[in-house]
């Protein structure tokens, strides 16, 4: 029994020990990097294509949606849209920040909102989460500032998932996966 008990303590210690040489890790603040590791190989990071938790993960590092929910307050705040506006309950008029560029210098316009839910996330898309956004019949470009989204019923978590699976994509943008035959 002493034996067994004096082996446990050894490997007590020794987990402790390597605990405490353990060193913290720091994004590269010189160079703005961080470094990421990982044991699942990523399809891609657009979350109306993946599933994998990494994936989704990374795409929130990578795209903006429309409305963000403070997890403090659980209240919806803007985020690419400034304020919105239920005009039915099936209507939703929602207005975009002007002054938001994507990664290429080009500018957020409603163009890009409705090439989001009609082309990437919309119907007849390979989406493999098409619940996050088939409760949208349609998406109307009211002005380069503004969109209206149709439902097709009412929805009361439209904002919800405004505020997660749905980011918005760059109009137009091109994913060589997916011309590839990926995602």
Do not use: C
């Not at 657009?46 to 994998?52: A, D, F, G, L, V």
């Not at 493999?128 to 088939?134: F, K």
């Amino acid at each position: 029994m002493t034996r067994l008990l004096a082996r446990r303590l050894q490997q007590y210690v020794f987990t402790a020990v390597l605990m405490g040489m353990a060193a913290q890790s720091y994004a590269g603040k010189a160079n703005d990097t961080l470094v990421y590791a990982s044991d699942s190989e990523i399809e891609n990071v657009s979350p109306y294509h993946n599933t994998m938790r990494e994936g989704v993960i990374l795409a929130h590092l990578v795209w903006s949606n429309l409305v963000y929910r403070d997890p403090k307050t659980g209240e919806y705040k803007p985020e690419l849209a400034t304020d919105w506006q239920w005009e039915s309950p099936t209507a939703l008029l929602m207005h975009l920040r002007q002054g938001v560029k994507f990664h290429n210098g080009d500018d957020f316009t409603a163009d890009d909102v409705v090439y989001t839910f009609e082309h990437i996330a919309g119907p007849n898309t390979d989406s493999v989460v098409p619940q996050s956004v088939n409760w949208i019949a349609r998406t109307e470009k009211v002005d380069d500032y503004t969109v209206r989204l149709h439902l097709a019923k009412p929805f009361p978590a439209a904002l919800e998932y405004l505020s997660g699976p749905t980011p918005i994509f760059l109009s137009g943008e091109v994913f060589p996966e997916r011309e590839a035959g990926g995602f």
